[in-house]
């Protein structure tokens, strides 16, 4: 099983970005995916996931309203739609599914929840 992020760079301030995650390997079409970012000296940070079956959608409430999460079943992909974009964002954003036993509601931002990981794509915002 595989996850491959993509779709990082450099982008101003206010700007926009879209990543996406493919999966292979495995279909994850009745699971939940999710968005983790890592900043420099900071620890791994929840920034939202969404339930690949019916597409409810869950955020952290530093992105709420700013970024949009969304998937492509059909081609087994996560996307994470990023808008209004801040210095703060800049981290290694890395996708991640929870497969069952599904993480509790509680503990959906605990990286431990989840069980397949991608490497990682680097967002840069420049002020």
């Known amino acids: 099983v595989q996850l491959q992020a993509s779709g990082g760079g450099l982008v101003q301030a206010g700007g926009s970005l879209r990543l996406s995650c493919a999966a292979s390997g495995r279909t994850f079409s009745r699971d939940f995916m999710g968005w983790f970012r890592q900043a420099p000296g900071k620890e791994r940070e929840f920034v939202g996931r969404?339930?690949?079956?019916?597409?409810?959608?869950y955020y952290a409430d530093p992105v709420k309203g700013r970024f949009t999460i969304s998937r492509d079943n059909a081609k087994n992909t996560l996307y994470l739609q990023m808008y209004s974009l801040k210095p703060e964002d800049t981290a290694v954003y890395y996708c991640a599914a929870d497969t069952p036993p599904f993480t509790i509601y509680s503990e959906m931002s605990n990286a431990r929840g989840y069980d397949y990981w991608g490497k990682g794509t680097l967002v840069t915002v420049s002020s």
């Open positions: 969404i339930l690949m079956s019916g597409g409810r959608t």
